[in-house]
């Protein structure tokens, strides 16, 4: 992992657990300052966002405002239709873009150009889940599929260890009985894969020593 991954992962942690506010993480990092901004800010928002739950009351009295001030400015003055057509075009073909090169991006592997940007687009993903849990799980089937597939190459290997051992060490510093119950099944079955595909990886060892 370099070392722009490492910060990057680290700051999500520490903005999902309240240590640091993205200010302060970008001040420390003033050397990755230019990339870790737009991805801080955007993990921000939407933390904070997925905790809001407007009350009843709240969404009713909002729509009666709205309703009244409709009804009280009738005759305001509309936007250019023209103006509409160009921002939703604009927009979509942004949208596009950034859809289209995450999607990209989900199938790359280690040593790709993507691959960071794979890693980047799953740390934002696990900040807003509900189930960080069951977050993990899913990237650690991901981990597993990309270790099979370089296997055959020792530095792209190196590297798709280290990721997968991560989310190793993350599921083994829980103590949850039952969020293991969830974990153990699904470490059996990929290193059951592991083991089918002639690789090793130290640390899932320490689950099921031979």
Partial sequence: MNELETVLEESLEQIENGEASVDEILARHLEHSEQLSPLLQAAAKLSVGR?????????????TE????????????R???MFWRVSIAFFTVMLALV????????????????????????????LVSRDQLGTDLRLSD????????????EIRKARAVENYEKLLMRFK???????QERILPILRSQHESLINAGVSVPELENYFPR
Avoid: C
């Fill in 51 to 63: 905790q809001v739950r407007p009350s009843p009351m709240f969404r009713a009295r909002s729509r």
């Fill in 66 to 77: 709205l309703n009244i001030y409709m009804q009280e400015h009738p005759q305001l003055r």
């Fill in 99 to 126: 859809a289209s090169g995450t999607a990209f991006a989900q199938r790359a592997l280690p040593g790709d150009r993507l691959y960071d940007w794979k890693l980047s687009s799953e740390s934002v993903w696990r």
């Fill in 142 to 153: 991901r981990r597993v599929s990309e270790l099979v597939a370089v296997s055959g190459d």
């Fill in 79 to 81: 936007v250019s239709p």
């Fill in 173 to 179: 510093s829980s103590e949850n009985v039952q969020d």
